[in-house]
């Protein structure tokens, strides 16, 4: 087929169109982005126990409630010491599915109390193997009458597994007979933007490189709860993180809340990522629903969120923020009111609680950009607001996505009105089974829905795959767009990350007008252009065969002979799997000119990037 773009007319498109959206679920937060890698530290949640937790050297251990922390980490661990044991002894902290040990260096955080002067010994060993991959001394001073906060950093080498765990060891001499109390134990590698409390390197790394432009938290399901008071409430994810209490959050695991607002923030900005700030709207996942005047002390929070976001220091949250390092206001500028409104029983009073929150909320953040958490008109209020966009979620089949594709082309363009596709993934085959892993069928599909996206990106203002990212061991939600373990080499990128690297790295300012040979399907096509005479131009192939393809842009001039192309295609039923990552784009160059076109062969089941640059 012939693809013949025109260098004038189109739309615009908008500069935020690809991102990210991170929820807590599948320890994506604790045991997956973020930094700290031990597990029930603060024995938040409901029934922490003694998980990850193990005696060495026959000490014996208990959650202590008598002895807590802080009024927020309401318990501790017990070391007990009977009597006749001798030499070090402790305990060790297996992590998320074991402790991930690289030849890095790590800082380390513990709480003590208990009478003990002398040395403690802190070390990353294999538990199977006994191999000592860091060990470090450090002298301690600990009294029975508060606890004492220890910090410190080592080296570690290299493990070949995942199968580790942390152990903290101190003189059984000293306590036979008597306990000592532990607590907020925390082992971090080197972070992200080497951030105190921050994210994973390897994991930041391994998502700025889809180079999306915003980021969507805290949630979906994870952003409502259960019950009202067990929604995520921001101010308790804020400060010291020994005054944060966690929660049980929405996927059956305890949240630490260590990534907390202030982290997320920090992650926005060291990765250039504009917030997209959800707020609890009175739903819950349990069927709860706060609302009418009931809801006014929620609104209120919600502008005291803001004023600690925003406020100034002489503001009452706005010192709270600066006491807390951060004198200088975030830049909100866009703020999405609940999640999934349209479920849980929740559409008949969402516009109520949407109007209760937007009313306040615009009234004194008039610039922010409100968006609705349904496209659903019978939830949403009628007339809705001028500038307030909408978001739908979709997880579908490939043939679902396949016939999604034009899902906007005929929708009514509204002044300030917008599209955030906040959740979208290929999560079943066309009978209905699971896809458990991203396949390339399904990514070609998302890839044949993101053209239909791009197409009408004048309207469409946003979109994120969902979710993220998953721990292998501990997901309830699969495909996910990145995954991990604790095994050296397992963050893996799924067929549709590289699918949403490709489209998200490749991003004209202008949508182009095509002429073309054929009709859509089941090739598809977008082409756009950069301010500075750049062309990029997605193909998708849904087809099973190969098709040849012959991009001309006649009107162009200056560009570059020699272009760019880059391809995404695979077996159609072939996905990445941790350790085995077989789906990779490919890159080439194709020698052609703007009157002649670049011809070149897509693959079926293909994702194509063609990038023409000035010369
Ligand atoms: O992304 C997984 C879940 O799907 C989200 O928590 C929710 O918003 C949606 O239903």
Redesign the pocket.
Known sequence: IILRVSTTGGNASSPLLYGLMF?D?NNSGDGGIHGQLLKNNGFQGTSPGLTAYAAVGGTTLAQDTSTPLTTAITSSLKVSVASGTTGFVGFSNSGYGGVPVNADTYANYFWMKGTYSGTVILQLIGSTSGIVYATQNITVASSSSAFTYYETTYTSTQSPDGDNVWQLLFDASQVVGSSLWFDLVQLFPVTYHERYNGIRKDVGDFLEAIGGSFLRFP????LEGAYPANRWQWNATIGPVENRPGRQGDWSYANTDALGLMEYLQWCEDMSLTPILAIWSGLTLGGGIISGTALTPYVDDALNELEFLLGSTSTTYGALRASYGRTDPYAITHLEIG??DNLSSGCSTYASRFTAFYNAIHAAYPSITIIASTTSSSCLPSPLPTGVWTDI?H?ESPSAFISLFNEFDNYPRTTGYGIFVG?YANTANDAGATTYWSTVQGAVSEAVYMIGLERNSDLVKMASY??LLEHYDLAE?SPDLVGLDSRPGSLTGSVSYYNQKMFSNARGSTILPVISTVDFGPLYWVASSTTTGTYYVKIANYGTTAESVTVEIPAATGLNATASLEILTGPALSSNYPLDVTVLPTTSTVSGSASGGWTFSLAGYGVAVLTLSPS
Do not use: L, S
């Open positions: 929820e679920i949630g979906g399901n994870n999640n999934e979620h997880y959740e969902a979710p939600w």
